[in-house]
């Protein structure tokens, strides 16, 4: 049945009495819901369906059927706009069932529209090949994916199978946990629509910021309106070239072998390419060897060619970046001594500063000349006092690049020309991140699950992860800092907070941003908590650890105390693909209708993480969804050493 746009599938399956069947709403378009009217008494109470839910409905002439009522409400289901309306006519199925077990819904039944056979539609498949998991790029990713149907398989359901063009792509840098079947319009960016159901799309990351991590999401919708996404594993994007460090044994040679290590900065995509120079004589390539960020090869010295001999090096990271800039060593003597490195006051291999200028102090031998090397390049030389005492003032760190790391190189050169190993210095020029709250707002009043919302900003270009944290009001006031965390160490900017884990109140919220070195935090937001929709309590917390195979979840339901009358609790289910299918449980009064606790089996679980999706729903037809994750760990501890 189709109408304004929208899918609706009805399942009939026999109940006790044979006069109630269940009408269950398999899939409509996000937005819409579905009112179902006893055709001849329009005056009787309707009820609201939602995706996958089923009810009770009481047909005065089972023979004539059900009003179909479509109206399309806003997010907060207050607003209703009328669309249209349908007769679906029900032949109620022999009895069965009874009890008060609601019935499995069968899906081998076949609805009936206006008695004749209905082909029901299948969601699209969506498939991503592409393995971005902990990836790294520079320049251009390519999203592989394959989208299929199950109704194209069919020739009579093909109506509702692909379009020829169904696809859409995008990315995300909120990366949030879903409680409904998609990640929604705001938080991702299209890239592209109108794609193929197959295809390999190049997309340039250039605009993409280092430190943040992302996903793609392919999304395709077919005839039928039905929609489903992929949505790939993290990745990150990564515009500083690598830079190296570059070791000889021995320092000083006159003829024979010398051995060269090459350290990179971060892991290379393949072995660099490696060659030496001798004073006045012709470049020479080098095998090397090795994996990763390190490696090595060896260069036989020619002789005739005294002096320094300097070495090169280019290597692409696995983002494909460039490099060549050697930040340590990269040279050795040939036929001389180098004079002795210089030594540095109160000498750090590795520091960390916030201020934009550092100086260096040192000595060295009296008859050489010092100079300072920053990021591969020469800023400054200068002469020794007659004691050899040196001083390096004012020196300017760059904030940007190599995250904020200057690679420092200080050596000595002598009256000959033959320069020293020198004395490598990290200088991280950290700025501290910023991270402001923009949503809620000030005063705003939250409610079931609400997003939280940051803008963290940090000009080093460094990884950001946060920490949500939440204090009431009361506390507040009486200066009792007890915050509890929400999420600690989070890389998204968004988190999805379960506000019916709290009672209703008055509470501040903050949000630390963390970079490694420095944490800054956001501003206080006061906001109010008030809960209207229903909501769950897991006897097991927030999520359910177990090292067994079978398990047995435990909770209860409840409608809210601010509304009056206190609505009765319809139905719990449970939900283990995203809410695409619904497994319906049995509900227990629990001291009232508005209270009803329920327990359900899990079995043959295998280790790993099942992030299960459930909802409750209200006389009103308002619904409650939180999510409950079962964590399987059979894998044992280590021993200690």
Known sequence: MESGGATVIFNITPDSPSSYPILNVESYLPGWMINLYDDNNRDAPYISLSPGEYAFVTLNDPGTGCFVNYLNYDECKVSPE???????????????????????????????????????????????????????????????????????????????????????????????????????????????????????????????????????????????????????????????????????????????????????????????????????????????????????????????????????????????????????????????????????????????????????????????????????????????????NFTFTKILLDEKKNKGVNYINIYAVDPLGSMSEGVPIEVKYNIAPTVKIVEPIKKDVLSNVSQISVEGRDLNGDTLFYTYQVLSQNDYNNKVFHWTTLSENDPSSTFSWNTTEVEDGNYVLQVAANDGNTKTTSDLVQISVKNVLPYFRFEDGRNTVTNQSNIKIRGKTLTSVNVSPRPDIVSVAYSMDQGNTWTPVKIIKDGGNYQKKFSVEFTNLKEGTYPILWRTKDTRGFIGKVIHSIIVDQTPPKAPI
Do not use: C
């Not at 002795?340 to 008859?367: C, L």
């Open 82 to 388: 009328f669309v249209s309306e349908e007769i679906f006519n029900v032949t109620p199925a022999p009895s069965g069932g009874g009890g008060d077990t609601p019935p499995v819904l069968d899906e081998e039944l076949v609805p009936m529209l206006g008695g004749a056979p209905a082909i029901t539609p299948y969601p699209p498949v969506v498939n991503i090949f592409s393995t971005l998991k902990n990836m790294f790029f520079s320049d251009n990713l390519v999203v592989d994916y394959k989208v299929t149907d199950q109704n194209d398989t069919d020739r009579s359901a093909s109506y509702n199978g692909l379009a020829d063009n169904p696809t859409s792509i995008f990315y995300s840098d909120k990366i949030v946990n879903w409680y409904d079947n998609f990640l929604g319009s705001s938080n991702k960016t299209l890239i592209a629509k109108g794609e193929p159901k197959e295809g390999k799309y190049k997309w340039s990351v250039k605009d993409l910021v280092p430190g943040v991590l992302y996903k793609i999401i392919v999304e395709a919708v077919d005839l039928a309106g039905l929609w489903s996404q992929g949505i790939t594993d993290y990745f990150s994007v990564d515009f500083t070239a690598p830079v190296f460090t570059v070791k000889t044994n021995p320092i000083a040679v006159r003829n024979g072998d010398v051995l060269i290590s090459i350290d990179s900065s971060e892991d290379l995509s393949k072995i660099p390419e490696v060659s030496v120079t001798q004073n006045g004589g012709e470049t020479k390539k080098i095998t090397m060897k090795g994996e990763k960020s390190h490696y090595e090869g060896t260069y036989t010295v020619v002789p005739l060619y005294d002096g320094t001999a300097s070495i090169g090096v280019t290597g692409v990271d696995i983002a494909g970046n460039v490099g060549n800039v050697i930040i340590g060593g990269g040279t050795f003597s040939v036929g001389m001594n180098p004079p002795p490195n210089p030594i540095i006051n109160k000498y750090q291999e590795k520091i960390v500063t916030d201020i934009k200028n550092i100086d260096f102090t040192g000595a060295t031998r009296s008859d050489t000349e010092v100079v300072l090397r920053v990021n591969g390049v020469d800023v400054s030389k200068m002469k020794p006092d007659a004691k050899g």
